[in-house]
C-alpha cells in the first residue's frame, strides 16, 4: 500500500527568519491521525534565513538527523560537539539521556535548506552523542545513497540507535532505481525537487509516500527528481 500526501497539504509555519514544512504533528501542530509513521516521529523541512536559528533548548531519546540542501548549517551541544554541516553532508545527534543543543545558519549572507527528521531510538538510556559525515553530490546520481543507518552496512553513513536506513538520490530519466523491502517493514519517501515516479504513483517536489505491505518498490523520473528514502521496521 502506498499512502500520497500532497505538498499542499503540509502543515507550513513561518516567521521572520523561518519557513518550514511539518510532515507530523511537531510543536503547536498536532494532528492525532498524524503523529508518526512507525519510529519515523518528525520531518521537518527548513528555510533558516542567515544569521538566525534556534536557540540552545533540550531533547531526550531521539535519534536526530539534519540532511542540508543548500548553505551550511551550524551546530553546538552541551556535550562539547560542534561543527558545521554544508549541503550534501548530514549530521546525526542522539539525544539519548538528555542534550541541549542549538542550530544556526553559519552564513549572514545566504539562507540554509534542511530536512530534520527525528526517528525514536532502539533503546533508551543511551549517552548523548554527535556526528556529521560528507557525501559528494555525484555519490547519489542515478543510485539510492545510504547516508544514515542503524544496521552497520556503511562505515561511511552516519550511525542511528534504530533499524532504519536514509537514502539520498538524484534521479535522471534514464534512471530505474529498485529497493528491495520486507513485507513486514515500512518505507517512507519525500521528494526535495523534481518529481519521482514510485510504483507507478507519480509525485512532485513536497509530496511524500508512506509506504506499507509492499516487498519491491520501483522508482523513476521522467525529468529529473531529488528524494530521500528511509526504510523503516
Do not use: C
Not at 541541549?100 to 539562507?111: D, K, L, R
Request: aromatic share 10%; no cysteine; charged share 25%.
Amino acid at each position: 500500500m502506498i499512502h500520497i500526501i500532497r505538498a499542499e497539504d503540509r502543515y507550513h509555519f513561518a516567521n521572520e527568519w523561518l519557513s518550514t514544512y511539518w510532515l507530523f504533528s511537531f510543536d503547536h501542530y498536532y494532528d492525532p491521525q498524524n503523529v508518526s509513521f512507525g519510529p519515523l516521529r518528525v520531518f521537518n523541512d527548513d528555510i533558516i534565513q542567515p544569521g538566525r536559528g534556534f536557540d540552545m533548548h533540550r531533547h531526550r531519546e531521539m535519534e536526530i538527523v539534519t540532511y542540508v540542501l543548500s548553505g551550511a548549517l551550524e551546530h553546538r551541544d552541551s556535550t562539547g560537539g560542534h561543527g558545521i554541516t554544508r549541503a550534501g553532508e548530514v549530521q546525526r545527534m542522539s539525544a539519548g539521556t538528555g542534550i541541549a543543543h542549538a542550530e544556526f545558519n553559519a552564513s549572514t549572507i545566504e539562507p540554509v535548506h534542511l530536512l530534520q527528521i527525528w526517528v525514536l531510538p532502539a533503546q533508551k538510556g543511551l549517552a548523548p552523542s554527535y556526528e556529521q559525515a560528507h557525501f559528494a553530490p555525484e555519490e547519489r546520481i542515478g543510485k539510492l545513497l545510504l547516508v544514515a543507518s542503524g544496521r552497520g552496512e556503511s562505515e561511511r553513513a552516519v550511525k542511528i540507535d534504530q533499524d532504519a536506513a536514509f537514502y539520498v538520490s538524484t534521479v535522471r530519466p534514464e534512471d530505474t532505481l529498485t529497493h528491495e523491502l520486507d513485507a513486514k517493514r515500512r518505507a517512507f519517501l519525500y521528494v526535495i525537487d523534481g518529481n519521482v515516479t514510485i510504483n507507478g504513483h507519480e509525485l512532485a517536489t513536497g509530496d511524500q509516500a508512506r509506504i506499507s505491505a509492499e516487498t519491491r518498490l520501483e522508482i523513476s523520473t521522467g525529468s529529473h527528481g531529488e528524494m530521500i528514502l528511509i526504510d523503516l521496521p
